[in-house]
């Protein structure tokens, strides 16, 4: 079955640097588009960015472009969200979902979320 | 960007009863060269990830309930529950997939009995 396992999630001075990772697995990692999408506590669903199929496109939310970027290791299905320049307003639980049959489609499997805290 | 409205933001209904979540897109995402709405549902019980309810704006995916059914085009959508159980307690969310730049949702409906 479909697995998505986000990790290194944590509490985050402002303006430093954390890496989430999400591992894949019960798929074939190397068709599917991958987004990372987030939620601040109480609040709604935020997209974030998504990556292609084999890492050649990403695009970001406006809210996080040039503060963050997106990566993936096929070979290690996983997906990594890189984010630099960390404010107050990044606090959320960030989960990771795949592309339903590739690229342009809905979100078809979430992780269970990774929670970021940006706090001095 | 292309901004999604749903209404209401909130909802009571009673056990059995239909419940109707509408969603309104900025911008047409219907798509005329295949005929196909970018538009999926999704279902948050509290504590839990999102689900995918809803894919092109109707299709049901595989799993899911026959109780829920999406209608709409263009511009507005309708998310339904014919019969509400006390499972379907949970915030929804519509979101589009029409722009490959972003991929925006609603800001959800939270769904009581």
């Known amino acids: 079955q479909v697995e998505l396992v986000e990790s290194g999630g944590g509490v985050v001075q402002p303006g430093r640097s954390l890496r989430l990772s999400c591992a894949a697995s019960g798929f074939t990692f190397n068709i599917y588009d991958m987004h990372w999408v987030r939620q601040a506590p109480g609040k709604g669903l935020e997209w974030v960015a998504v990556i292609s199929n084999d890492g050649s496109n990403k695009n970001f939310a406006d809210s996080v472009k040039g503060r963050f970027t997106i990566s993936r290791d096929n070979s290690k299905n996983t997906v990594y969200l890189q984010m630099n320049s960390l404010r107050a307003e990044d606090t959320a639980l960030y989960y990771c979902a795949k592309s339903y049959t590739g690229s342009y489609d809905a979100f078809d499997y979430w992780g269970q979320g990774t929670l970021v805290t940006v706090s001095s | 960007d292309i901004v999604m409205t749903q209404s209401p933001d909130s909802l009571a209904v009673s056990l059995g009863e239909r419940a109707t979540i509408n969603c309104k897109s900025s911008q047409s995402v219907l798509y005329s060269s295949n005929n196909k709405n970018y538009l999926a549902w999704y279902q948050q019980r509290p504590g839990q990830s999102p689900k995918l309810l809803i894919y092109?704006?109707?299709l049901r995916k595989s799993g899911v309930p026959d109780r829920f059914s999406g209608s709409g085009s263009g511009t507005d959508f309708t998310l339904t529950i014919s019969s509400l159980q006390a499972e379907d307690v949970a915030v929804y969310y519509c979101?589009?997939?029409?722009?490959?730049?972003?991929?925006?949702f609603g800001q959800g409906t939270k769904l009581e009995i």
């Open positions: 092109w704006a109707s």
């Open positions: 979101q589009q997939y029409f722009s490959g730049l972003s991929y925006t």
